[in-house]
């Protein structure tokens, strides 16, 4: 049994005891067969320890790493795989690897100096202590800087990102799981099918370079298998980053470059026409992955995250697009559209003529003549539309804030703050 940093807490067995109730031969509950239990102090530090076991301790314990208690005693040291820790002082025994990096801080310091926020996953950087939840989901860690007389300087954050792991590469090796800074992150989404598969369908290959790709038809459901319904904006970001980088090495060695050449992970991440094209191709597989039909209309971080996050409402069409603040139009990558030409889109992406349609659209449904209600007249079908400000959670929730600048007295019909129903 673990905690959130991966501690091991207690170890038990497959074996249990039965419990009766007071005065009776029946049995009330089972209690576990503890084999082991040990609490800590912050750096690791065994803090109380239990082994009922014939006191044989279990060979693993904080952040999950081997002991070795032959060494210095029971919990007293541990192997990190890159370094040697000592929980007793919170320090490393040895010189950070990538203390060339960090200069501002000490090579010795574990899990830059937070062990309740970070864990130290191999003896480099500091990583967030809990596995994401979504590809893509970023989230920072941040370590005290000083100087060499001990004086306080700064602090450094860092960005991470979780990768859900699974990805197969051409000899079938599958990624890693875990939390990747953004130049890792796409050097690990770079390795696999899925990314050939989306440079191909960009055109980032030159012709002598194509046959480098593999079998397109295996690397296209891995793509449609990584896409799923939908990936979040940074996922999308670095993954069509990751394709650039894949195609740039395959072009770079067909033309009698021994090595590619260095690409700056920061220009592969840039807005540009790469990144609005991969975005929109990304945007397509997922719609056409979805099982109900549910298409953002837009290749802006906005629209590609709420997109990725909105769930499917059964029998319902669901459209994500920008509303203008009056409530009666739309725009799409900044260009105003009128909801004939939203239509006009919809049939375009999927839309089948008389389906119910749950327009994710800011203002649209805020007056009885604004853009939902002209949808309606136009579909002929329900409409569902935010009377405010729309925003989609991670989780597929969403809520509807409404900002005074363009306050409607309240009706029965249009009361703000809601999901106003048009039919």
């Not at 031969?25 to 803090?47: E, K, N, R, W």
């Not at 690397?219 to 650039?244: C, I, M, P, Q």
């Amino acid at each position: 049994m673990t905690n959130h940093l991966g501690n091991v807490l207690a170890t038990v067995s497959d074996r249990k005891f039965g419990v009766s109730s007071a005065g009776s031969s029946l049995i009330h509950h089972y209690d576990p067969h503890i084999v082991t239990a040990q609490d800590y102090y912050p750096f690791g530090m065994i803090s109380r320890v239990a082994l009922p076991n014939n006191n044989v301790p279990y060979k693993f314990g904080f952040n999950g790493k081997m002991n070795d208690n032959e060494v210095k005693g029971l919990g007293n040291q541990q192997d990190y795989g890159m370094r040697i820790s000592d929980p007793r002082i919170g320090r490393f025994l040895s010189v950070d690897p990538l203390t060339k990096g960090y200069p501002e801080l000490t090579p010795y310091q574990f899990a830059g100096n937070s062990p309740m926020a970070n864990i130290d996953l191999d003896g480099g950087e500091p990583k967030p202590a809990i596995n994401g939840t979504q590809e893509g989901q970023s989230q920072s860690t941040s370590q005290d800087t000083y100087n060499a007389r001990g004086d306080y300087t700064g602090t450094k954050t860092e960005t991470w990102y979780w990768h859900s792991g699974g990805l197969r590469d051409a000899k079938g090796n599958l990624t890693k799981a875990g939390w990747y800074g953004s130049g890792g992150y796409v050097n690990v989404l770079s390795t696999s099918l899925a990314a050939k598969s989306l440079g191909s369908s960009l055109g980032l290959y030159n012709s002598a370079a194509k046959s480098l790709s593999g079998n397109e038809e295996l690397n296209k459901k891995e793509l449609d298998r990584f896409v799923g319904s939908g990936l979040n904006y940074e996922a999308a970001r670095h993954f069509t980053a990751a394709a650039k980088a894949t195609a740039n090495s395959s072009n770079s060695f067909v033309s009698g470059k021994i090595e590619p050449s260095n690409f700056n992970v920061e220009d592969l991440l840039g807005v540009g026409m790469l990144l609005r094209g991969g975005l929109r191709f990304l945007g397509g597989i997922a719609a056409r992955n979805r099982v109900m039909p549910l298409v953002g209309f837009g290749s802006d971080k906005a629209i590609i995250q709420n997109s990725a996050n909105l769930i499917s409402k059964k029998g319902w069409y669901d459209a994500v697009v920008h509303g203008t603040e009056d409530g009666m139009a739309f725009t799409i990558n900044k260009k105003i559209v009128s909801p004939q030409e939203l239509y006009n889109h919809m049939l375009a992406n999927g839309y089948k003529p008389g389906t119910k349609i749950r327009l994710m659209s800011c203002y649209s449904g805020n007056f009885p003549n604004g853009a939902a209600a002209q949808l309606q007249k136009i579909a002929g079908v329900q409409v569902v539309a935010p009377t405010g400000e729309l925003s989609i959670m991670n989780k597929g929730s969403f809520m509807v804030n409404y900002g005074q600048q363009f306050y409607v007295a309240p009706t029965k019909q249009h009361e703000v703050g809601k999901m106003l129903l048009f039919e």
